[in-house]
């Protein structure tokens, strides 16, 4: 089977890697996500809406699952194509932009990134991608988190 960046199973057939999909707290959106780790994924987007920036519900600028190559990369699966990655609020932090959150904000970001162990797109070393989070767990990991933070 093929593997994202992060080394998850990848396929343009949702169903073959458990995909379903997880409501956010607090909003009407639903991101679909790998099944162990869509309930951290939400979890996330619920504290980022709550304490970053409201998630924008009348545009179409949030994902989870998408089958495809990292941008720029035709080799590199993205992520998304194991859906352990989320876009959130993409029209506000578009990729390649950097420094689009305030001060106040990365920090609370990192404070969620830590909780949730997750990486996000701002602080890649190259192209920066304010609006992207993704796993960097092992499934294992993942769901011995979920039991911790009891999702």
């Given amino acids: 089977m093929e593997k994202s960046q992060n080394g998850w199973p990848a396929s343009a057939n949702p169903a073959e890697i458990h995909i379903e999909s997880f409501p956010v707290a607090g909003t009407n959106i639903k991101f679909r996500c790998a099944k162990d780790c869509g309930k951290i994924l939400a979890a996330f987007a619920a504290d980022f809406h709550s304490q970053v920036e409201p998630i924008d519900e009348g545009s179409l600028d949030d994902w989870g699952y998408a089958y ?11 992520n998304h194509s194991s859906g352990t990655a989320i876009d959130l609020n993409s029209k506000k932090h578009p990729l390649g932009k950097e420094n689009t959150f305030k ?3 990365i920090v609370v970001i ?5 909780k949730y162990h997750l990486r996000w797109g701002g602080d890649y070393k190259g192209r ?20 911790q933070l009891a999702l």
């Fill in 68 to 78: 495809r190559a990292v941008r720029g990369q035709k080799e590199v699966l993205s």
């Fill in 103 to 105: 001060p106040v904000q």
């Fill in 110 to 114: 990192r404070q969620l990134i830590q």
């Fill in 128 to 147: 920066k991608d304010d609006m992207h989070f993704e796993i960097i767990q092992t499934p294992e990991q993942v769901r011995e988190l979920t039991k």
